[in-house]
């Protein structure tokens, strides 16, 4: 926590980053150029912060300030969102309004300064990147090939590797399921999972060409 004097000169400086609302400007008001004494605002009925750029002169704050420690003339206030929008070099004063309606200004000459600096990128917030789905879906058969040229037999196609068709499913294949190959019909060809042995064949619909069916 720093606290910065307000008197005569223009010396007193904050450093940021814009849209930064921390840390809080806190100042203490003195009197006297030489000889300096603390600011009494027992009697203030209100102080009051502006804030202008110095380049583009828009007026950034417009706001009461919070006296802190009213006889040690010590104020703050704590900055919002939408306070410093703006980066370089802003300028502030705060304008003390006593109870009999006068007010009274410090710095007496010339302006506080913050310096607000421009941030780096921040375009890609850590918060928004979601976590990678790492599970396994359904497991979809596309191709399967053979290591034997002009076969017409099932046993002339073969799986690459097994399948563990308890967690995996083949889709767009039509896969059917029959005990054994015995089982397997004339006329129907397709994918079959063999219950008995636990593989998953190519038949071509020709029993006489399948030695296993015989």
Do not use: C
Not at 28 to 36: F, K, Q, S, Y
Not at 124 to 138: E, N, T, W, Y
């Amino acid at each position: 926590m720093t606290q910065i004097t307000l008197s005569y000169g223009s010396d007193s400086e904050l450093s940021l980053k814009k849209g930064d609302q921390r840390p809080a400007l806190e100042l203490i008001l003195e009197r006297g150029r030489i000889h300096t004494e603390t600011v009494d605002l027992t009697d203030a009925a209100e102080v009051r912060l502006y804030v202008q750029n110095e380049s583009t002169g828009d007026l950034l704050v417009d706001q009461a300030m919070t006296i802190a420690n009213a006889a040690a003339g010590e104020v703050e206030y704590e900055f919002g969102a939408n306070d410093i929008v703006q980066g370089g070099q802003n300028e502030f004063e705060v304008v003390v309004e006593w109870s009999d309606g006068e007010p009274e200004s410090w710095p007496k000459r010339g302006y506080g300064v913050i310096h607000a600096a421009e941030p780096l990128g921040r375009e890609l917030d850590p918060a928004d990147i979601d976590d990678p789905d790492l599970s396994v879906g359904v497991l979809t058969a596309t191709e399967v090939r053979s290591n034997t040229l002009g076969g017409r037999s099932g046993n002339s196609l073969e799986m690459l590797s097994d399948l563990d068709l308890t967690s995996h499913v083949i889709q767009n294949q039509d896969l059917q399921t029959v005990a054994s190959e015995s089982d397997l019909v004339d006329g129907e060809p397709g994918f079959y999972e063999v219950t008995n042995t636990g593989q998953v064949i190519y038949f071509d619909g020709d029993t006489s060409t399948n030695s296993s069916t015989n």
